[in-house]
T-cell receptor, first 117, second 109 residues
Framework: ETGVTQTPRHLVMGMTNKKSLKCEQH?????MYWYKQSAKKPLELMFVYSLEERVENNSVPSRFSPECPNSSHLFLHLHTLQPEDSALYLC????????????????FGEGSRLTVL | GQNIDQPTEMTATEGAIVQINCTYQTSGFNGLFWYQQHAGEAPTFLSY??LDGLEEKGRFSSFLSRSKGYSYLLLKELQMKDSASYLCAGMDSNYQLIWGAGTKLIIKP
């Protein structure tokens, strides 16, 4: 139990569907992240929120739309995805975005395994 | 460009010692992280090195040489539960993490 919970754990969707991934952290952290993990590839940072403000958007296609309603919750809204978007989507949190506090350790959720047909 | 290199896969025997190497190239340097990820589970933090030398934490140790852009994770007295992927990540001058693709470690009885 890492203190970061992601739902759903598995999601299968067609290219025309709209779905959302949810992340909740119970650690009192100020920063939350979405990462994409594909087989045999490095983790790809997608979005960073610090104190509910988006501070990083790494050239992610607009078919991925993040939302951070408060410091404990993070969503990733998905629409008109492509088969190459199939991957494990990991949510993470940290005490602070700039990681100047402590070691900057990230706490990850177990991920949402997305399959786009 | 920024890059992290680590072996794709390694195999070791239960009870033995294994060293997983990682070389990094980052724009500036604010430390080197190791994470462990069991199949289907969340990556979990193992270690953080920012100064040269060896840091020991139970059966796991992590080493850093900043002049060589090199780190390794040393696992002693291997157990079957150590079968996992090990992710190396360097932090650049902007506190951004640059990740390697991970090393899948297979432990055989």
């Amino acid at each position: 139990e890492t203190g970061v919970t992601q739902t759903p754990r598995h999601l299968v969707m067609g290219m025309t569907n709209k779905k959302s991934l949810k992340c909740e952290q119970h650690l009192g952290h100020n920063a939350m992240y979405w990462y994409k993990q594909s087989a045999k590839k490095p983790l790809e940072l997608m979005f960073v929120y610090s104190l509910e403000e988006r501070v990083e958007n790494n050239s992610v296609p607009s078919r991925f739309s993040p939302e951070c309603p408060n410091s404990s919750h993070l969503f990733l809204h998905l629409h008109t995805l492509q088969p190459e978007d199939s991957a494990l989507y990991l949510c993470a949190s940290s005490q602070a975005w700039t990681s100047v506090l402590g070691t900057g350790e990230l706490f990850f959720g177990e991920g949402s395994r997305l399959t786009v047909l | 460009g920024q890059n992290i290199d680590q072996p794709t896969e390694m195999t070791a025997t239960e009870g033995a010692i294994v060293q997983i190497n990682c070389t990094y190239q980052t724009s500036g340097f604010n430390g080197l992280f190791w994470y462990q990820q069991h199949a289907g589970e969340a990556p979990t933090f193992l270690s953080y090195n920012v100064l040269d030398g060896l840091e020991e934490k139970g059966r796991f140790s992590s080493f850093l040489s900043r002049s060589k852009g090199y780190s390794y994770l040393l696992l002693k007295e291997l157990q079957m539960k150590d079968s996992a992927s090990y992710l190396c990540a360097g932090m650049d001058s902007n506190y951004q993490l640059i990740w390697g693709a991970g090393t899948k470690l297979i432990i055989k009885p």
